[in-house]
């Protein structure tokens, strides 16, 4: 049974930072691209950034420079440090396994 438990949302002022975790479980995590998305609340889930078993990473236009994924397989998990926080930054953030298996959201609300 797979798992994604993710963690380390929060409420942050703009300009500040948060660390999410991805903890995953019932996969073979170095073999799998993860990915973290966010849905914010009438908009439709976006990718935020991914990073394949390689290394390779991907980032939505508007975090780059900002957002940063990387990945400890020997931890199963995977994190996005987020740095330089907007207002536009607030939503729910999920990790996903391959867009096949997706966490619970972890809630990000970024105060102006």
């Known amino acids: 049974q797979v798992q994604l438990v993710e963690s380390g949302g929060g409420l942050v002022q703009a300009g500040g930072s948060l660390r999410l975790s991805c903890a995953a479980s019932?996969?073979?995590?170095?073999?799998?691209?993860m990915g973290w998305y966010r849905q914010a609340p009438g908009k439709q889930r976006e990718l935020v950034a991914s990073?394949?078993?390689?290394?390779?990473?991907n980032y939505k236009d508007s975090v780059k420079g900002r957002f940063t994924i990387s990945r400890d397989n020997t931890k199963n998990t995977v994190y996005l440090q987020m740095d330089s926080l907007k207002p536009d930054d607030t939503a729910v953030y999920y990790c996903?396994?391959?867009?096949?298996?997706w966490g619970q959201g972890t809630q990000v609300t970024v105060s102006s």
């Open positions: 990073m394949t078993s390689g290394g390779r990473t």
């Open positions: 019932g996969i073979i995590f170095r073999l799998n691209m």
């Open positions: 996903s396994v391959a867009l096949k298996y």
